[in-house]
């Protein structure tokens, strides 16, 4: 497993009358209806020992379709199990590093922090979750059903497996937007007003936009590129988000890439459908927003972070990509 960070004093948590002890039959309980046979194995599994502290919730959006969150403490060292009949699961940790693994394949990096996984299973699969006591963690996924993708014409008629994609498990790095709305869906709980819920579909419904967009990209292999063209442009991109090329400019990240400039740029726009700095400012304001909301750090750190030297232009930036001013995001903290 990989090194996790233990909780610490400035870490997030729920609100204190969200916070409860979790036992497995609580947790094996509420996720039922989403995971089938889900169990837990370790110290206390079997009674009523907690587990977890913190919240969970599970919400049925339409007959079919589900979205579940967690934000918790790891009480104790444990594993959990679960058989995943056909459907396509994404999954969203927005904090935490614990194993998760899909017929023994890994789904998540082992470095901490925001990553995803989109999964269209055409058949049950195996599905292992290790965490280490002391550990937080934060996720939401969602599901859909077989019942659900058929109502919204996703499986197709005629198709050696009934399904719009082939089988496959991908990983992948949410968007700043899809980052946004997995922390606000994970604020809700309890019973849902009809508002509520109404805004719980919507979030909900934009999510499995850019998962499908990006399981059906995936589908077609590398883009249009050649294997070694592909590899490059997604070293070149896990380079930008590593903030290492924020002051770099164009020649010196194509040198870093070991590539001409323009078939760079041109490469890196028909992988990803946008120019290398629209990319990198992309980055670099979705670091922004994480400090924001996890660290509490000033609107001029933030802007200082996304390279915005006026707050004003840094404000107007950030709100065009996440709908939000930064204050009102430094506000939930």
Sequence with gaps: MPICRRRQAGDVMPAASDIALLSAKTIN???????GDYCLAGAGADDDTALMQGRMALFRIRPGFYLYSADWIHLQDMTCQAL???GIRIMLRLQGCAELTLDGVRLLPDAAGCAGAVCALTA????????RAQTCERLLGLVL???WLEEAGLLRAGSQTGWAWHPACRSWQPSARTATLANQLLRYGGEPCPLQQLQIESKALELVTEALDFLDLDQTGTAGLRPDEFRRVSRLKAFLDSGEADRLD?????QYAGCNANTLQQWFR???????????????????????????ISVAQAAEVAGYTSQGNFSTAFRRCFGICPKQLRCKV
Excluded: K, N
């Excluded at 164009?250 to 194509?254: D, G, S, T, V």
């Excluded at 459908?273 to 670099?284: A, K, P, V």
């Design 250 to 254: 164009l020649p010196a990240i194509a």
């Design 145 to 147: 059903m077989p019942a």
């Design 29 to 35: 309980a509420r996720w039922q209806p989403a995971f």
């Design 84 to 86: 995943l009949p056909p």
């Design 124 to 131: 049950p699969a195996s599905l292992v979750r290790r965490a």
């Design 270 to 296: 028909q992988a990803y459908g946008q120019t290398i700095f629209d990319y990198l400012r992309e980055s670099r304001l979705r670091r922004a927003a994480r400090l924001l909301e996890q660290d509490g």
